[in-house]
């Protein structure tokens, strides 16, 4: 989601971490493991990755709330690594709010601009523009038990952007709001980023809201980052098979490549012309590439099989397969085209030879239709505020 603003007028910071390591005491593995990381100016990057994988605590330590072990943290070619937080010019969003509950809207959003020591009619002018970009007009003085978990996630924008930060960093900011509160949000969260021109770095679980509101996402595993690209190249190229996995629902097809055939157990496949030199590989199909077919395809793939279920998910019904072999698999169709589809059918699923991507094998035993969602949370996180808002909280 680029911001609406000229490369020349862009406002936000650039981000450069390099070698980004943390180690904890009686740890086996480092919590991140040299992790390098270039975030341009007012881009929107969003950290992925299944619990533990390392993306809350490279946050927190790009925030100054976690202690780096080795490596470097860049602003605008400025190390900051060894800055205290409230000196870094961050603005911090956290999943539980930290409103400071014997304050209105209006005294919450004003402690960071407090805190730097503004005039009072500075502040009361920065506070009234804040509370209008986050939509919040006519809610200065209520405190925070009399507001909704929306509109206290609201002003916990407010103050964060308040004191015009050139990047701003939110760990989990939607995570504790309903479905679809969290939607009407991330509209939110586009928007105040098109309008502020800030760089933004984003952690999530959800893989929808990373897809919907990301520049590009970095993808965690084992402290590591495991791919950098859009939604689009993570979707449609993942460059592994827990990349494929872990964003979106996939078919996964393990066997031994030879030119552009991939033979495994009970088939063999066309695939996609990459490049890739032969021998052990997996073959990513994505549900919705599949579709259902009365007859083997003459050309492209095509595999027979027994329905085992159908799922309706409103738009779309969810046929889940077992492939003649025992490999699983997942057609994603629109209601109407498999509405005549039951368990216990026997079909042919088929696909375009270039409709998949070739990844490195790695299946580790298994194969088949990976988990349509990834509910996994990063539990590392710290719960400090910045500028200081933790001790005057107490």
């Known amino acids: 989601m680029p911001t609406d603003r000229p490369a020349s007028d862009q406002l936000g910071a650039r981000l450069r971490i390099t070698g980004l390591t943390k180690r904890f005491r009686g740890a086996d593995a480092p919590a991140v493991d040299g992790v390098g990381l270039d975030i341009a100016p007012g881009e929107f990057m969003t950290f992925l990755g299944p619990s533990g994988s390392g993306k809350t605590t490279t946050l927190n330590m790009i925030a100054g709330l976690e202690a780096v072990t080795s490596g470097t943290i860049t602003m605008d070619d400025k190390d900051i690594a060894a800055l205290p937080a409230y000196k870094r010019d961050l603005g911090m969003v956290f999943q539980q709010y930290a409103l400071f509950p014997h304050m209105t809207a209006a005294k919450n959003i004003a402690f960071p601009l407090r805190q730097r020591r503004m005039a009072r009619q500075e502040i009361a002018a920065k506070v009234a523009e804040a509370l209008r970009l986050v939509r919040l007009d006519g809610l200065a003085e209520r405190l925070p038990a009399q507001l909704s978990g929306g509109q206290q996630q609201r002003v916990a924008l407010a103050r964060a952007i308040v004191f015009g930060p050139r990047a701003l960093l939110m760990d989990e900011p939607l995570g504790a709001l309903d479905k679809k509160l969290r939607e009407e949000l991330q509209v939110e969260i586009g928007r105040l980023h098109r309008e502020l021109g800030a760089t933004v770095v984003f952690v999530t679980h959800d893989q929808e809201e990373a897809l919907a509101l990301s520049d590009r996402i970095a993808i965690f595993n084992h402290g590591r980052i495991e791919q950098v690209g859009t939604a689009e190249d993570l979707y449609e190229r993942p460059v592994s098979r827990f990349v494929a996995t872990f964003v979106g629902d ?74 003649d072999g025992g490999v699983p698999g997942t057609v994603r169709e629109p209601v109407g085209a498999a509405d005549q589809v039951r368990p216990g059918d026997r079909v042919h699923a088929a696909w375009d030879a270039d409709a998949g991507a070739l990844v490195a094998d790695a299946s580790h035993g298994g194969h088949g239709a990976a988990p349509e969602s990834a509910t996994a949370r990063d539990d590392t996180g710290g719960a400090a505020m910045m500028d200081g808002a933790a001790d005057a909280a107490r």
Not at 256 to 275: A, E, I, K, N, Y
Not at 294 to 315: E, I, M, R
Request: net charge negative; proline share 8%; no cysteine.
């Open 250 to 323: 996939s078919n996964i097809f393990d066997g031994t490549l030879s030119g552009d055939t991939l033979t495994g157990d009970g088939f063999t496949l066309r695939v996609p012309r990459t490049g890739t030199p032969g021998g052990p590989a997996a073959l990513v199909v994505r549900p919705e590439r599949l579709r259902i077919a009365d007859a083997p395809a003459p050309d492209g793939n095509a595999l027979s099989g027994t329905v085992t279920d159908v799922v309706y998910q409103g738009a779309y019904r969810r046929i889940l397969l077992e492939f």
